[in-house]
């Protein structure tokens, strides 16, 4: 799996979009980017996952650049409980099965949402 | 629905003593894996499973064993604990093909003095 690389830490004020980057320029083209967060030492949540469109659902967005080297998870409207280590992830075949089998955890985004 | 249900919570081990950390998942899901978080680290996988019968290495599998008698359980034996071994046990499951999403338990703070 490719290699991943996120800042250590992010500040965002509260109602504000929190933008979260991520690089991965050695992907290859049948990697997906996948974004996981980690609340206060709770079990890993999955948040979303994309090839190359960008991607929406209820709980973020993401949006990946055309050449696929790197990637940036949208909070719209970021809250005090999203405060979080949010993890990229790139992988290699998602039809393994949605990566119980081995997700490569780097040491993540530390988001904190300021009141 | 309870999802990925680890036992215990919290574990305190002597130096040289065995325990078993058990998971277990109520999603019929094919795929089961164990990892380990140390403080300021991302989760490592420890070991794997792809089904009732198959287990695999993972990252770092040393003093740890695995079995996968069932698809609901996969239980993580330490044989003989050391302090290295102090650690945030995660147990993860997913749905095998065509799934997209890892579930994870709330995890069993282990220490061993």
């Known amino acids: 799996d490719a290699k991943t690389t996120q800042p250590p830490s992010m500040d965002c004020a509260e109602g504000r979009a929190a933008n979260l980057p991520c690089n991965h320029s050695t992907i290859s083209g049948n990697e997906y980017v996948y974004w996981y967060r980690q609340i206060h030492s709770q079990g890993p949540q999955y948040i979303i996952h994309g090839l190359k469109n960008n991607e929406t659902n209820e709980m973020a967005s993401l949006i990946i650049t055309e050449d696929r080297k790197s990637s940036t998870l949208i909070l719209p409207h970021a809250t005090l409980r999203d405060t979080a280590v949010y993890y990229c992830i790139v992988r290699f075949d998602w039809y393994s099965g949605g990566g119980a089998d081995g997700l490569t955890f780097g040491k993540g985004t530390h988001l904190i949402i300021q009141p | 629905n309870a999802g990925v249900t680890q036992t215990p919570k919290f574990q305190v081990l002597k130096t040289g003593q065995s325990m078993t950390l058990q998971c277990a998942q109520d999603m019929n899901h094919e795929y089961m894996s164990w990892y380990r978080q140390d403080p300021g680290m991302g989760l490592r996988l420890i070991h794997y499973?792809?089904?009732?019968?198959?287990?695999d290495q993972g990252e770092v599998p040393n003093g740890y064993n695995v079995s996968r008698s069932t698809t609901e359980d996969f239980p993580l034996r330490l044989l003989s604990a050391a302090p290295s071994q102090t650690s945030v046990y995660f147990c993860?499951?997913?749905?095998?093909?065509?799934?997209?999403?890892?579930?994870f338990g709330q995890g069993t703070r282990l220490t061993v003095v």
């Open positions: 499973s792809v089904g009732a019968g198959i287990t």
């Open positions: 993860a499951s997913s749905g095998g093909t065509g799934n997209t999403e890892a579930f």
